[in-house]
Nanobody
């Protein structure tokens, strides 16, 4: 059982930056895939960025060039650096992990954090 705890959310104006963190209870190098997902009110949860155990990353088209996913195995922590934020990035952001499958579809993941709110004002 992996415990995931997100932090770093908040309110920012358009064009600003935030960095989300996700502290994992398991050694992150032993987790096959970790990722960030988001869910806006009335919308389905969507993949934002994922990273596998080899460090290979994938991003949603809507965040490419603006967001960067990374992890620090020494700290068992996953990060999401978000730059040039837009109002449409407003959502609850979730950290997720799985030991056997990867990808941008949220149903692939068995372990989830509680979420952190990101609000971007215009």
């Amino acid at each position: 059982q992996v415990q995931l705890v997100e932090s770093g959310g908040g309110s920012v104006q358009a064009g600003g930056s935030l960095r989300l963190s996700c502290a994992a209870s398991e050694l992150t190098f032993s987790i096959y895939c970790m990722g960030w997902f988001r869910q806006a009110p009335g919308k389905e949860r969507e993949g934002v960025a994922v990273i596998d155990s080899d460090g290979v990353t994938s991003y949603a088209d809507s965040v490419k060039g603006r967001f960067t996913i990374s992890k620090d195995n020494a700290k068992n922590t996953l990060y999401l650096q978000m730059n040039s934020l837009k109002p449409e990035d407003t959502a609850v952001y979730y950290c997720a992990a799985d030991f056997s499958i990867c990808g941008m579809w949220y149903t692939n993941y068995n372990y989830w954090g509680q979420g952190t709110q990101v609000t971007v004002s215009s």
